[in-house]
């Protein structure tokens, strides 16, 4: 019996495997919809500090994970293929969770009534990239991994690639009975991923005491930390987006009455307007968050990993304090500093203990009404103490007795 394997393909310095989609990150999007078509589901992962985070995702859904040669995929995939016995391998990246599962098993059941005289089908080139996938033997990996060292370095990241384009060693099909998307359906998938290949996918934070290839992947907090306060947003808020980067908050919170992101970077704020340019009530200015200033104007501020970069931090406070209506809200977050003297990042001026930045709050009028801590893979829980990653505060304008 032909033994089938869903290779799911993962880095951990790779955010987009973590981009939340509907509250899930997109690498558990692409496994429970792997286990539809078998249970044979593996993520395949580089054996390299960081990744150990997938042993954790893997046990939650309870499938296997290979760890394996970082410079060498196809060897990685064969030794995986020959530890789990597999004979017909489908690869899915992690970043591709709009996978179109009717097409994966319709190309399926074409490859086996082939099988094993096809090496490889794949969806044509023209099609849809975001819900495209391609499946190939263990037998043609094999070959490619004994012809690696007289070929491209290239195709050791890309075996698919080679057997694809070698049609004289490989028999190779391009399925082409296949549905086609209109430009509403891939718009409505470039606003799922809205910001997903924008500026925003630098990896700056790196956990104290380790290597230095062991980062956080920031883009998912930052998008995990705007996700989390999504239904908070009502069509009547008129909202302030600080530091507002490429504009991902602005788009998340798109349903509010009015938007408007700020930031000092000119390019950022360049950016965010294209990514935004379809939203007539999302607007952005370039400003600096020290001093920016907008009195009674706005219903709900958020403001994340800002306040730690400031020169000027109780005139921010102050600031955001004059430009909300009463009682409106400020959503903040910042580090959690762990060891006076220390701080969790070299480019940050100020880190708080969270007793700390919860004085700091009430000092410039604030109360505080709700606290949440993230841990280093970016998820965000109502526990917070000396011991948490980053900490994020709700809180409300106080009212003059």
């Known amino acids: 019996m032909v033994k089938i394997g869903v290779f799911v393909q993962a880095q951990y310095s790779d955010e987009n495997c973590f981009i939340p989609i509907k509250n899930k990150p997109s690498i558990e999007v692409v496994l429970e919809k792997a286990k539809k078509i078998t249970e044979n589901v593996i993520l395949t992962v580089a054996d390299e500090p960081g990744n150990q985070v997938f042993d954790e995702i893997a046990s939650k859904w309870q ?101 694809d384009q070698q049609r004289d060693l490989f028999n190779v099909s391009e399925y082409t009975s296949i549905q086609t998307y209109t430009e509403e359906d891939k718009n409505n998938i470039e606003d799922l991923f ?44 008129v909202i302030l987006d600080i530091a507002c980067g490429n504009g991902y908050g602005t ?10 992101g700020v930031d000092y970077d000119i390019s950022a704020i360049e950016n965010a ?28 501020i958020f403001t994340f990993e800002t306040i730690e970069h400031l020169s000027e931090r109780s005139r921010f406070l102050q600031n955001m304090f004059i430009s909300l209506k009463d009682c409106g809200y400020l959503f903040i977050s910042t580090p959690v500093r762990k060891y006076q003297g220390l701080l969790v990042h070299p480019h940050h001026l100020y880190e708080y203990t969270p007793d700390e930045f919860k004085d700091f709050l009430m000092e410039n009028g604030f109360v505080v009404i709700e606290k949440y801590s993230q841990d280093f893979r970016g998820m965000i829980n109502p526990e917070l103490n000396q011991n948490s990653r980053g900490m994020l505060f709700v809180c409300m304008k106080r009212q003059e007795s």
């Open 63 to 163: 499938v296997e994970v290979f760890k394996g040669n970082k410079d060498n995929i196809a060897q990685r995939f064969l030794e995986a293929a020959k530890k789990y016995q597999i004979d017909v391998i489908i690869r899915i990246p992690a970043v591709k969770p709009c996978f179109n599962e009717l097409l994966l098993r319709e190309m399926l059941n074409r490859y086996l009534c082939d099988y094993p005289g096809l090496d490889l089908i794949r969806a044509p080139y023209s099609y849809y990239q975001n819900f495209a996938m391609e499946i190939y033997s263990t037998k043609a990996l094999i070959r490619v991994c004994e012809l690696l060292p007289g070929i491209d370095p290239i195709y050791r990241y890309k075996p698919h690639y080679f057997v």
């Open 194 to 237: 809205s910001g997903m290949r924008s500026n925003e996918t630098a990896v700056d934070m790196e956990r104290p005491g380790q290597g230095k290839d062991d980062f956080f992947p920031a883009i998912f907090e930052v998008r995990q930390r705007y996700g989390f306060f999504e239904d908070r947003v009502m069509s009547d808020d």
């Open 251 to 260: 788009i998340t919170y798109k349903n509010a009455g009015e938007i408007i």
């Open 273 to 300: 307007r294209n990514n935004a340019s379809r939203f007539s009530h999302i607007s952005y200015i370039q400003d600096d968050a020290n001093t920016f200033i907008r009195p009674g104007f706005f219903t709900k």
